[in-house]
Antibody
Framework: EVQLVESGGGLVQPGGSLRLSCTAS????????MSWVRQAPGKGLEWVAN????????YYVDSVKGRFTISRDNADKSLYLQMNSLRAEDTAVYYC??????????WGQGTMVTVSS | EIVLTQSPGTLSLSPGERATLSCRAS???????LVWYQQKPGQAPSLVIY???NRATGVPDRFSGSGSGTDFTLTISRLEPEDFAVYYC???????FGQGTKVEIK
């Protein structure tokens, strides 16, 4: 079964850092753009960042620019999100998502990030 | 920035009824980039419709998408118990999501 599995979430203090990981299985990660999408508790969906197949292009939502870095290791079938200078408003479930046919067609189960003192 | 507005916020219907969900864009968009997702409680979203009217793999044919320009619609012809969920539209080009419509059991 095609799937994405995230890890690395947890509780972190404001100003702290966290690195999320996502591992792909069955499909060839290097063939797809990949994204991170987040969902604050009880709220809607917000796209956070994406990265081209070979890692040569990266884009971010304005609210995380300069603080978050998306990266990938295709040989290791992995996607990452390095999150620095975390704020309370970054508290959310973070989903690793595959882009395909102009849509997000495969979603991971999500990993919870809580920023609180 | 293009804003997507979904209506209604909540739709209360009974199993077997027809559900009509609206997604309106603040300016004309290409239907190629209009997407619908379903999210059940405690689960990740899943793709329902892409390109405004194309069902994703495994999606039952009671789900249909239509529209063009600024107005798009997701229709569920006869609601099954597993269809009660929150539905989000998305403009894929800008990665913008609507705020969601909750379809609840009446």
């Amino acid at each position: 079964e095609v799937q994405l599995v995230e890890s690395g979430g947890g509780l972190v203090q404001p100003g702290g850092s966290l690195r999320l990981s996502c591992t792909a299985s069955v499909f060839t990660l290097s063939s797809y753009w990949m994204s991170w999408v987040r969902q604050a508790p009880g709220k809607g969906l917000e796209w956070v960042a994406n990265i081209k197949e070979d890692g040569s292009e990266k884009y971010y939502v304005d609210s995380v620019k300069g603080r978050f870095t998306i990266s990938r290791d295709n040989a290791d079938k992995s996607l990452y999100l390095q999150m620095n200078s975390l704020r309370a408003e970054d508290t959310a479930v973070y989903y690793c998502v595959r882009e395909n046919v102009q849509a997000f067609d495969i979603w991971g189960q999500g990993t919870m990030v809580t920023v609180s003192s | 920035e293009i804003v997507l507005t979904q209506s209604p916020g909540t739709l209360s219907l009974s199993p077997g009824e027809r559900a009509t969900l609206s997604c309106r864009a603040s300016q004309t968009i290409s239907s190629t980039y209009l997407v619908w997702y379903q999210q059940k409680p405690g689960q990740a979203p899943s793709l329902v419709i892409y390109g405004a009217s194309n069902r994703a793999t495994g999606v039952p044919d009671r789900f249909s998408g239509s529209g063009s320009g600024t107005d798009f619609t997701l229709t569920i012809s006869r609601l099954e118990p597993e269809d009660f969920a929150v539905y989000y539209c998305q403009l894929f080009r800008g990665k913008t999501f609507g705020q969601g419509t909750k379809v609840e059991i009446k």
